[in-house]
């Protein structure tokens, strides 16, 4: 899990909390399913990204082997 991820979900677990302390309903505001899937979707991003920069890496060193 990335930093970020793990920071948003701190972010969520404590306005679950506040929610709660303020008796705010679960639905209001932007719907709890909608979150995950954007988190999701970070995670991926952030997958793809490393891979690339890996990717990109070797790629680098297998020019200047052949050079």
């Keep these: 899990?990335?930093?970020?991820?793990?920071?948003?979900?701190?972010?969520l677990a404590e306005n679950r909390v506040l929610r709660e302390?303020?008796?705010?309903?679960?639905?209001?505001?932007?719907?709890?399913?909608?979150?995950i899937i954007k988190l999701k979707d970070w995670d991926t991003v952030f997958e793809y990204k490393w891979?690339?920069?890996?990717?990109?890496?070797?790629?680098?060193?297998l020019e200047k082997e052949r050079a």
Excluded at 21 to 34: A, I, R, W
């Design 51 to 61: 891979l690339v920069k890996i990717l990109q890496e070797d790629n680098y060193k």
């Design 1 to 11: 899990m990335t930093d970020l991820s793990a920071n948003l979900e701190d972010v």
């Design 21 to 35: 302390m303020s008796n705010v309903p679960d639905n209001f505001g932007l719907e709890q399913q909608k979150k």
